[in-house]
């Protein structure tokens, strides 16, 4: 999928993908920045995904680099049938820290909503308004993390796919936990660094798909 590379405040997306009796993986030819907005404009990002028939979504987009000052609001919204499963990964990166950039000031909001025929199933809600280092260094929060991503996945392989990220040892530099209950699989990573994280990444998603990812992750 090709996308601008870049968003700022004002800017709107829409991607819609829906998938019937197929596997289907969708990923971004690069990294996702949030330039500084010039204005009070929010940016805006719908995703809308579907999948029917015993069909597979994977939504496997690259990183999402929030520059200081950067504007966004994204919504994530999945509908699925009772034989049909999705995997959602989006992780996000704190500032330019190869620019010694410290994410101090930006406006993120993040909401997902995942249905199986028409019941919410999961719900995620992420806000970083105020207090945006507190937030980051904070134990309960991203403890001086620079990336963190989500993961969840739902659909009738979940003991399996338990069972492949359970044999994932993390590097030191990861922080990782994994929830599996009422039908879903969460994973929430940490990482100190976000190469280290986007490797981790690359590992669990090579172990728990059976398969190499899109060759621009390897770029």
Same mark, same amino acid.
């Given at each position: 999928?090709?996308?601008?590379?870049?968003i700022?405040?004002?800017d709107?997306?829409?991607?819609q993908?829906?998938a019937a009796?197929?596997?289907v993986?969708?990923?971004?030819q690069?990294?996702?920045?949030?330039?500084?907005?010039?204005?009070?404009?929010?940016?805006?990002?719908?995703?809308?995904?579907?999948a029917?028939?015993?069909?597979?979504?994977?939504?496997?987009?690259?990183e999402?680099?929030?520059?200081?000052?950067?504007?966004?609001t *994204?919504?994530?919204e999945?509908?699925?049938?009772?034989?049909? =499963?999705? #995997?959602? @990964?989006?992780?996000?990166?704190? /500032? &330019?820290?190869?620019?010694?950039?410290?994410?101090?000031?930006?406006?993120?909001?993040?909401?997902w *909503?995942?249905?199986?025929?028409?019941?919410?199933?999961?719900? =995620?809600? #992420?806000? @970083?308004?105020?207090?945006?280092d /507190? &937030?980051?260094?904070?134990?309960?929060?991203a403890?001086?993390?620079?990336?963190?991503?989500?993961?969840?996945?739902?659909?009738?392989?979940?003991?399996?796919?338990?069972?492949?990220?359970?044999a994932?040892?993390?590097s030191?530099?990861?922080?990782?936990?994994t929830?599996?209950?009422?039908?879903?699989l969460?994973?929430?990573?940490?990482?100190?660094?976000?190469?280290?994280?986007?490797?981790?990444?690359s590992?669990?998603?090579?172990s728990?798909?059976?398969?190499?990812?899109?060759r621009?992750?390897q770029?």
């Amino acid at each position: 999928m090709n996308t601008a590379g870049g968003i700022t405040g004002g800017d709107r997306y829409d991607y819609q993908c829906e998938a019937a009796a197929s596997r289907v993986v969708v990923t971004t030819q690069a990294a996702e920045r949030a330039y500084r907005s010039s204005t009070d404009d929010i940016a805006g990002m719908d995703v809308r995904l579907a999948a029917r028939r015993g069909a597979a979504l994977h939504w496997l987009p690259q990183e999402t680099i929030l520059f200081e000052g950067s504007r966004l609001t *994204r919504h994530i919204e999945v509908d699925l049938d009772s034989s049909s =499963e999705c #995997l959602v @990964l989006e992780s996000l990166v704190f /500032g &330019r820290h190869a620019m010694g950039e410290a994410l101090q000031s930006c406006h993120f909001t993040d909401q997902w *909503r995942i249905r199986v025929e028409g019941r919410l199933v999961h719900a =995620e809600a #992420l806000s @970083l308004v105020d207090d945006i280092d /507190g &937030r980051l260094g904070a134990s309960a929060g991203a403890a001086g993390a620079q990336m963190s991503a989500t993961l969840v996945y739902v659909g009738p392989r979940l003991e399996q796919l338990q069972a492949d990220i359970s044999a994932v040892s993390p590097s030191p530099a990861i922080r990782m936990a994994t929830s599996c209950w009422q039908g879903r699989l969460v994973l929430r990573l940490l990482a100190t660094e976000t190469m280290a994280g986007k490797a981790e990444l690359s590992r669990i998603l090579g172990s728990i798909r059976g398969q190499h990812l899109p060759r621009v992750w390897q770029l």
